[in-house]
């Protein structure tokens, strides 16, 4: 475990000096330090910190806030299949990004009212239907395929309403909606990257005051009761904040799916399952999965753009039918 | 009686729409070992949970060191009565040592490490249970006593007065069963320690307690010492079998006997036998 918390924050400082370096236009690493630190030429340092850094942070960022937000979510519900996708938490952000793109945008396609406005909307839907996925599953016991179920069925409610709104809604509207939903940071902004940064600050203390209560619901509910941990709230605070941070990333990257399912999997095999530790391989390794997918989308399918979240789902999707399989199997 | 430590006062209590308990009173001595015992379904586990605050009483209350159950906080209530369930899990990787310190979550400061306080209260809890040796095992790698030895080195490294204990013997042979409650006897004795703990088997509740309290569908039929509670007319009431009280050779205390015959056949001709006649006509 050692080698691995090691090795992969080296291995993700590489891979984004290599993602910075490929694009429309191969940058030698040499070139690629030397913009970074403005003794590049002009073009390197325009490409660079206006194209490319953006894309490359906005990936970084993305992938830890989901990581991290399905970690959380495994977590408090002490379901391994549990992701933020799974859940129907992406596609009730999405329902809330598309109203809002709706509701407030001109022919002109630009917004009517501020884009700081679009997470707001994606924390409305995404809440709403966790609400209902949480509301519909406290009314039954608390099996692992029970609360799944739920999710899926909520999630596939949320998609139908994703299409009709953008079948039915204007055609400027469509196009722009599409990006959007497929999940893309290749049209990264600053400003973007710092709103999913300041995402992530504002959760880094609610995060840190979480560590010693997620460790303790290692422990069944009774005997984390019993030991002192009110059960109750920290589940209800871990679930709000992995809700939170899901909407916050995907209101501005889009639907990558299946890092949140992967990425605390992954961190556990790697990182073991301390909370501490387990959240930092889940942010380290759901960065480098959106990373790497946005590198290979780059690389593989030049001069197309295709978004990240379709490699990611390639990768995820099959990953959730073996968790499928092999947990759905003890509890059918 | 010593003072009572912990008290239900007309206690009404049940799940959804089934009621367990109508108006129960108990009181629990300090510095004993109280065993509740009954029939299956008689509440008994339901009374554990209620005087620590997990089953909510619909009407009465319950006081614990004379402040209501509700005044006191999840760590505050923590660090005077630790209670190991039924069937307590943790993931199959987590080594002994990890899940021991668990039980130091209600001592522990926020944002600091493992203190020389609860290393201590660890190494300390991992000797009684004489689980030192195997503090770095992972635990799907434990027996099913030693399992349970390592989640009582959990509770008691929880450092409270008073342990709630939950069938503790259930799924252990009998060695196993006598060794676990001979550490329980170890924690009253020389922890001074208040115990209550749920069993089933009436001998193994008269080896290990100071006081029982026999319940039957939702009542106290009897409670006192053992010798005075475990009466061969106490035991048919409430268990409905004949049965003899012996004296046990080896220390004096009472030896419950149903009196059977040999199950399945007919001669014995007893209660039990007549029963299932009545029930067959």
């Known amino acids: 475990m050692t080698a691995a918390r090691v090795s992969l924050p080296v291995g993700l400082v590489v891979l984004a000096l290599v993602a910075a370096a490929m694009g429309s236009s191969f940058m030698p690493l040499d070139r690629v330090t030397a913009a970074l630190f403005g003794q590049g030429s002009r073009a390197d340092t325009v490409i660079l910190w206006n194209i ?24 408090a519900t002490r379901n391994p299949l549990a992701s933020p996708g799974v859940l129907g938490i992406v596609d009730g952000a999405a329902v809330g990004v598309l109203l809002f793109l709706l509701l407030f945008s001109n022919e002109a396609n630009v917004l009517t009212v501020s884009i700081v406005w679009q997470p707001v909307a994606a924390i409305l839907g995404a809440v709403v239907f966790a609400l209902v996925v949480a509301s519909l599953a406290a009314r039954d016991d608390t099996r692992p395929m029970t609360l799944i179920l739920y999710g899926i069925s909520l999630a596939a409610l949320a998609n139908a309403i994703v299409v009709l709104l953008i079948i039915a809604g204007p055609v400027y509207r469509a196009s722009q909606g599409l990006i959007w939903l497929a999940g893309s940071v290749q049209s990264a902004e600053w400003r973007e990257v710092w709103m999913l940064a300041m995402a992530l600050l504002v959760a880094l203390p609610a995060l840190v005051a979480l560590i010693r209560p997620l460790d303790q619901l290692h422990l069944d509910d009774l005997s984390a009761r019993t030991t002192g941990l009110s059960v109750t709230r920290t589940r209800v605070a871990t679930l709000a904040l992995s809700v939170l941070l899901t909407a916050a990333m995907v209101s501005i990257v889009g639907g990558i799916g299946f890092v949140g399912l992967i990425a605390p999997h992954a961190a556990r095999l790697l990182f073991g399952t301390g909370a501490a530790w387990q959240l930092t391989g889940a942010a380290l390794i759901g960065a480098g999965m959106v990373l790497m997918a946005d590198l290979l989308v780059r690389v593989l399918f030049q001069p197309l753009e295709v978004p990240a979240g379709a490699v990611t789902a390639l990768i995820g999707a099959p990953y959730f039918l073996f968790l499928l399989l092999r947990h759905g199997r003890a509890h059918a | 009686m010593p003072e009572p430590l912990i008290t239900i006062d007309a206690g009404i209590m049940g799940y959804r729409d089934m009621t367990v308990f109508n108006g129960l009173t108990l009181s629990i001595p300090k510095g004993e070992v109280t065993a509740l015992c009954g029939p299956n379904g008689c509440g008994k586990s339901t009374v554990l949970k209620a005087m620590r605050g997990i089953q909510p009483l619909s009407a009465g209350e319950v006081i614990l060191d004379a402040m209501p159950l509700g005044q006191w906080s999840a760590k505050g209530l923590a660090r005077t009565v630790a209670m190991l369930g039924q069937t307590p899990t943790a993931p199959e990787e987590m080594r002994v040592r990890d899940l021991v310190a668990l039980g130091r979550y209600a001592h522990r ?168 006649a009545d029930a067959l006509e």
Do not use: Y
């Open chain 2, 109 to 276: 400061k926020p944002f600091a490490g493992l203190d020389i306080g609860d290393h201590t209260a660890i190494d300390t809890a991992l000797r009684a249970t004489t689980m030192v040796a195997l503090a770095e095992t992972p635990l799907a790698n434990l027996s099913g006593g030693q399992a349970q030895r390592a989640w009582l080195a959990m509770v008691l490294a929880q450092q409270s007065p008073v342990i709630f204990l939950d069938e503790p013997t259930n799924h252990l042979d009998i060695s196993h069963a006598l060794s676990t409650l001979s550490l329980v006897r170890q924690m009253a004795r020389n922890g001074g320690k208040t115990v209550v703990i749920v069993l089933h088997d009436l001998n193994m509740a008269a080896t290990v307690a100071d006081r029982i309290v026999l319940f039957k569908s939702g009542q106290v039929a009897a409670e006192g010492p053992v010798k005075e509670v475990l009466t061969s007319q106490n035991i048919e009431t409430v268990f409905d079998i004949p049965c003899a009280v012996m004296t046990r050779p080896d220390s004096n205390l009472p030896l419950v006997v149903p009196l059977l015959g040999r199950i399945g056949k007919s001669e014995g001709n007893t209660n039990l036998s007549a029963q299932k």
């Open chain 1, 52 to 75: 490319r850094l953006p894309r490359v942070t906005m990936a970084l960022l993305a992938g830890a806030g989901l990581g991290i937000a399905g970690m959380l979510l495994q977590r």
